[in-house]
């Protein structure tokens, strides 16, 4: 449970749904929405940006992955911390209020894991420096 193994982790995870929601947003719809009608032009346009945004993200701890408990690694651990347990009270909110299937507990559980896992790992490094 290294910082290297995570970032390959989460680039892996993130580059899959970035690849998903950018070229395919009616196979997520289908896969997500309770109710996939609710996809048009807009939502398909705000699906490809969140996609893009997450190959970006994919890419970036690919490339950060070797980087340890340097400014840039600490700095992503962060990142991915912080996203995690943003998506967490997000899809949470949306299974609960109907707008995602039950697929979407598996984001969070997803997002947990990711959470605790980043979180721990950064605050070793912080103790270490400390």
Same mark, same amino acid.
């Given at each position: 449970? +290294?910082?290297? +193994?995570?970032?390959?982790?989460?680039?892996?995870?993130?580059?899959?749904?970035?690849?998903?929601?950018?070229?395919?947003? &009616?196979?997520?719809? &289908?896969?997500?929405?309770? +109710?996939?009608?609710?996809? +048009?032009?807009?939502?398909?346009? @705000?699906?490809?940006?969140?996609?893009? $945004?997450?190959?970006?993200?994919?890419?970036?701890?690919?490339? @950060?992955?070797?980087?340890?408990?340097?400014?840039?690694?600490?700095?992503?651990?962060?990142?991915?911390?912080?996203?995690?347990?943003?998506?967490?009270? @997000? $899809?949470?909110?949306?299974?609960?209020?109907?707008?995602?299937?039950?697929?979407?507990?598996?984001?969070?559980?997803?997002?947990?894991?990711?959470?605790?896992?980043?979180?721990?790992?950064?605050?070793?490094?912080?103790?270490?420096?400390?």
């Amino acid at each position: 449970m +290294n910082a290297k +193994n995570l970032f390959k982790f989460v680039a892996v995870v993130v580059s899959l749904f970035g690849l998903s929601l950018t070229f395919a947003p &009616e196979f997520m719809a &289908e896969q997500y929405l309770t +109710n996939p009608s609710w996809l +048009n032009d807009g939502v398909k346009m @705000v699906a490809r940006s969140y996609g893009t $945004h997450l190959l970006a993200y994919g890419a970036a701890c690919w490339y @950060v992955r070797n980087a340890g408990s340097t400014l840039g690694g600490k700095v992503m651990l962060l990142t991915i911390m912080l996203s995690n347990l943003s998506l967490i009270v @997000v $899809h949470t909110l949306a299974v609960l209020n109907g707008i995602e299937k039950a697929t979407g507990w598996g984001q969070v559980i997803l997002s947990i894991v990711l959470a605790v896992w980043s979180g721990t790992l950064f605050r070793q490094q912080q103790s270490v420096v400390a």
